[in-house]
């Protein structure tokens, strides 16, 4: 180094520190004026405070007058633009960082040691990616701010581009929060709206195929030795990021509260379906405590629940996708709520509250993904439940009968349409023996419709009900049919008829398959539509007609036309018209169905063709009703024997006829 650079840089030295004297008075000066402007209004939100900071910034460069500063300088390094600039530009940082550490002293009592994350700076934002999503994140609160499913796209999207994958998102970065609420020092604190510092220098990471990515974000305090890390790690092939949260030096009780330390998460799920009320009968707010079922909010109302007991995990559930949270060590409590939104962007509002475990190091997962029954069930935590499948018996059968069946038949390269199709044939078969019988029973009925017939005629009237009802009895018990016969067949059926009114509608499979002229079988076939609102009709019916659903209920009236023959009465006195009710059922189906899954009407549709068929077949090659009244009038010549129960039913009867005498 020679002489003159020397020369220059102590030079440079003695104008720098005359410079920062000069000027501290008149700093100092601004900053008691903003401190004083702070207290009369503190800033509530990010925005506010980033303002100020920035004004603050601002009138102290301002301050800084450029051509004196110059001036200063040797005529040698005057005439050397690049090094002026570079010389201003240091000034200027020295004269920021020094309002910086004046600030952080004016934010320390709100934020305590946190204080220099408080101070605004612009928003950057990282990504992770894998084969299966795109994460987003961002310095404000160092949380996820949005998350594309590489795999699936919104039904918008698909209408516009079917044949590419844009991607679905779930939430976006203005309706969603994410961040720790804890006590520092005695005051409360949400790191939601902190400044976090990404450590590295990769801020767009893509997982390949046999390493994990990491990304971490630090929430630094006025000690570099004490900060929170948000290590945010992704791999291939899964939908879940784990999130380890590390609290380093920072002590318990004297830093922060390790028993006090909160997870807040709120956002509004994005609509991804072709109609959003729709959405809303399914979305909810589901949960699991160790060693239990899972859970629930109401679906279609604005519900909250406070969680009493170790939660492993906590689900915002989309129709065909959903958002979690999860805990191998278990929340120790906390709270769920929802609130049912308006319009066509937004679906519900859904928030949770939950005590991490006391501890130095925290780890949760985020699940975002679909609704798919192995995927979830691949967690071994309960998760696979967030499909309703149905309570009970109806679960059962879609999760051991028609899941297994169209599994199979999807995984054999079938298009979802077929699939169905031989879905509802398979049912058909393996309930084709109760069918059977339940169309003998109905053909003894039929046989015995006009002794019934006479019977009713000969005692009409409420109060000959009694008698009506001995004589009819007895003609059952001499002819050997069983009235019930039929319905213990059709009990039986029942469980497997109506597990689909769950299966179908919330199958993922179904979704964006199109088949003949649905291009969604998860969503209603619309082959008209019209805008604006018809009193009662729109609220009712809704403003398309579905193809499916009509086809669909005609079907059932044509079967119900033809299996009413078998009906003993067509009236029974002071019994509702059971013809009526059976006639008026294929109407109401379609209303009710209008706006149901597409794939669910055509379900039904199937059934009716193939009940029809089996109905004809078996009346046309299997029963005989000459054999079967034969059979009917050698019965009743021989003597009919009374079971215990008919002889008590009897007995009450004869009681409530004496009763009815002495009345008067």
């Not at 590489?150 to 679905?168: C, I, V």
């Not at 956002?267 to 079922?293: C, P």
Request: charged share 20%; proline share 3%.
């Amino acid at each position: 180094m020679d002489k003159n650079t020397l020369i220059g840089l102590f030079l440079i030295g003695a104008i720098l520190l005359t410079f920062t004297i000069m000027n501290n008075d008149e700093v100092e000066d601004k900053s008691k004026e903003a401190k004083a402007q702070t207290e009369t209004t503190k800033p509530q939100t990010e925005d506010s405070l980033e303002l100020q900071t920035k004004e603050i910034a601002l009138d102290t460069v301002a301050a800084v007058n450029d051509s004196i500063v110059i001036s200063a300088l040797p005529d040698s390094l005057q005439q050397d633009s690049v090094f002026v600039a570079q010389y201003l530009d240091s000034v200027k940082t020295v004269e920021i960082q020094k309002v910086a550490s004046l600030k952080t002293n004016e934010l320390s009592g709100e934020f305590g040691i946190f204080a220099p994350a408080a101070i605004s700076k612009d928003k950057e934002y990282a990504t992770l990616e894998n084969d299966k999503i795109v994460v987003k994140l961002s310095n404000s609160g160092g949380r996820i701010v949005d998350v594309k499913l590489k795999e699936f796209q919104s039904y918008q999207d698909y209408m516009a581009t079917p044949d590419s994958m844009s991607g679905l998102h779930l939430f976006d970065e203005a309706k969603s929060s994410f961040g720790l609420s804890l006590v520092n020092e005695g005051i409360p604190l949400s790191t939601s709206n902190l400044i976090f510092e990404l450590q590295g220098n990769s801020n767009a990471v893509v997982v390949s195929d046999t390493n994990s990515a990491t990304l971490t974000y630090r929430l630094q305090t006025n000690d570099p030795n004490k900060y929170i890390d948000f290590k945010y790690s992704l791999k291939n092939g899964n939908y879940n990021v784990v999130l380890d949260i590390e609290y380093v030096g920072l002590k318990n009780i004297d830093d922060i509260d390790y028993n006090n330390i909160f997870i807040n998460w709120k956002l509004q799920g994005l609509a991804t379906e072709k109609l959003a009320s729709d959405e809303r009968t399914i979305a909810t707010v589901m949960f699991r405590y160790f060693d239990q079922k899972r859970d629930y909010l109401s679906e279609r109302s604005d519900d909250e629940l406070e969680l009493t007991s170790n939660t492993n995990w906590v689900a915002f559930k989309h129709k065909f996708f959903s958002s979690a949270i999860l805990s191998e060590q278990g929340f120790m409590k906390g709270k769920v709520a929802q609130k049912q939104l308006e319009g066509d962007k937004y679906t519900l509002e859904y928030q949770t509250t939950l005590q991490l475990p006391s501890s130095n190091i925290s780890q949760v997962k985020f699940f975002f993904g679909p609704n798919d029954y192995d995927v979830l069930a691949s967690y071994d935590n309960g998760m696979e439940d967030i499909i309703n499948h149905g309570w009970g018996i109806f679960g059962w059968v879609n999760k051991y009968f028609i899941k297994p069946v169209f599994d199979l038949l999807k995984n054999g390269g079938l298009a979802i349409g077929l699939v169905i199709f031989l879905v509802t044939l398979i049912v058909k078969i393996v309930i084709t023996p109760l069918t059977y019988k339940n169309y003998i029973s109905s053909a003894k009925m039929k046989v015995l419709k006009p002794e019934i017939t006479r019977i009713n005629e000969k005692y009409p009237g409420q109060d000959q009900m009694m008698k009506r009802q001995q004589e009819t009895q007895a003609l059952y018990r001499s002819s050997g049919v069983n009235p019930m016969a039929g319905c213990i067949p059709m009990l039986i059926q029942m469980p497997i008829l109506l597990a689909v009114f769950k299966f179908f509608p919330a199958s993922i499979d179904l979704r964006h398959a199109s088949f003949l002229w649905a291009e969604d079988l998860s969503s209603f076939d619309a082959i008209a539509s019209w805008t604006g609102d018809i009193p009662i009709l729109t609220s009712i019916y809704g403003n398309h007609v579905s193809l499916f659903t009509l086809l669909m209920a005609v079907s059932t009236l044509i079967y119900t036309i033809m299996n009413s023959g078998n009906m003993a009465q067509p009236s029974t006195p002071g019994m509702p018209n059971m013809k009526v009710i059976m006639y008026f059922f294929p109407i109401m189906m379609i209303f009710f169905f209008n706006s149901f899954s597409a794939g669910l009407s055509y379900y039904y549709l199937c059934g009716n063709l193939f009940n029809i068929g089996i109905m004809y077949g078996i009346k046309k090659f299997f029963i005989d009703e000459d054999k079967i009244r034969l059979k009917i009038e050698e019965n009743k010549k021989k003597p009919a024997k009374k079971s215990k129960f008919m002889e008590r039913l009897e007995e009450v009867q004869k009681q409530q006829a004496n009763q009815k005498k002495k009345k008067k």
